[in-house]
């Protein structure tokens, strides 16, 4: 249907309006595009509507640095979450690649510099790092600790992809009452404490349950359990994995089979309101445009959704979303040389390369964000996405020996954001950055940035203040808030698709099919693959 045609159903508010459309989906995001695509090809009519002038929402790759040929993933950066079930029904022509290296971690503070380096391939090479820095009692723990977890998701896996079990029904599924009880129902801190001794070998765990989380692992609410739970579950394994091509690959890919089985995607379309009816307004060219869908999708976080239906103070149990985290950038001439002789650059790089996170400096770095006080050296997880993937770089470049680096920065609460002082909080961020990853190599890391056209160098920081104005992301959360169990409760309501599916809101023609639906967060497609599962039930 045309915009012209379209705009000429325009309804009254005493009326309920004509469909325009079967779906009208909000936010041409990852998960909006796994919605489009799913229900175009079982021959629906739809319209995704995307603020931004391309779509992918944070699952992009960019040109980060004028003049630089590389091509990083700008936001989101690896993929663990995206059933193949999804990469199958829709044919998507994507490639992850995995990584040999699950982590390396300096030791803080060693005269020698050596740290932990995992080596998925060498269980004997991963033992023997494991006592060179004091943790061989840890060896076999650690292992053991992961073969459960991988027990856990080779059990739930499956399940994210079908209606909502209820909790009784997903214990029943575990079968393991202890390792229930451990991550379902205790904080995740007491089953670190108990299963491993060294304080840098609990950090690599603790790390999978406060990325993206501003928590203890002591919380008693528990938002850390949740967090760990996604990280391990991914694919029965947990293994993340990197995108051939950029994380931009995965979008464009998903993009292309939408638009090949006939839905319209719209760019530059700015949604300003959406009615319980179905009615959603937007702006593009300067015009306003109306469409009606029979069922909306709102690929957008729930708090954005409220403001858009004007019920902003109608659900004030929801908890506020607030990120943790600040991101960096970086385009390197080389990668940096260690402290640790004994560990190639390139195996400590290869997979994820924990700098101060170990278990006492994350809970210390938690305690002092929350008393308003920046960690001198922060938390980081560093990714080198040009070892595993070169293709992102320019033939020439890559050649030269130049590697992207990935930094994602903990505890650094959007509390601390205002728009008054953003600049000068990401410049104190990207300064703690930098220092966090010099303490552990042998060389500054600033003398290694290459530069762009005008002569700057490549580094770009982005706080939850960025990612909020950029991405319409509230405080650049990028879960889109609060994340929740991968199950309904047992008294929960599972009386309509919506609800079965875990993408139900207020209204019966609205659904929620981003990262704040049930089984949201991350790069998945399961939100929108659900929500288009309980509209086709519908």
Known sequence: MTEASTDATQSTADATPEPTHDVVIVGGGHNGLTAAAYLAKAGLSVIVLERLGVVGGAAVSAQAFDGVDAWLSRYSYLVSLLPQRIIDDLGLRITLARRRYSSYTPVPGDPDGFGLLIDNTDAEATAASF???????????????????????????????EPLLTRSEAKALVNDDELWQAVFERPIGELIESRLHNDLVRGV????ALIGTFASVDDPDLPQNRCFLYHVIGGGTGDWDVPVGGMGTVTTELARVARDAGARIVTGAEVTSIRPDGTVDYRRKKHDRRVVGRHVLANVAPEVLDRLLGEQDAQPSRAKAEGAQVKVNLLLKRLPKLRDSSVDPAAAFGGTFHINETYSQLEDAYAGAVRGVMAELLPCEIYCHSLTDPSILDPDLAASGAQTLTVFGLHTPDRWLSEANNDATRERLQKSVLASLNSVLAEPIEDLLLTDAEGRPCIETKTTRDLELALNMPGGNIFHGPLSWPFAEDDDDLATPAQRWGVATRHPRILICGAGARRGGAVSGIGGHNAAMAVLES
């Open 131 to 161: 006592a060179r820095i004091g943790a061989a009692e840890d060896a076999d723990s650690f292992a053991d600790f992961y073969e459960s977890t991988t027990e856990l998701a080779r059990s739930l896996w499956p399940t994210v992809t």
């Open 205 to 208: 765990v603790a790390t999978d």
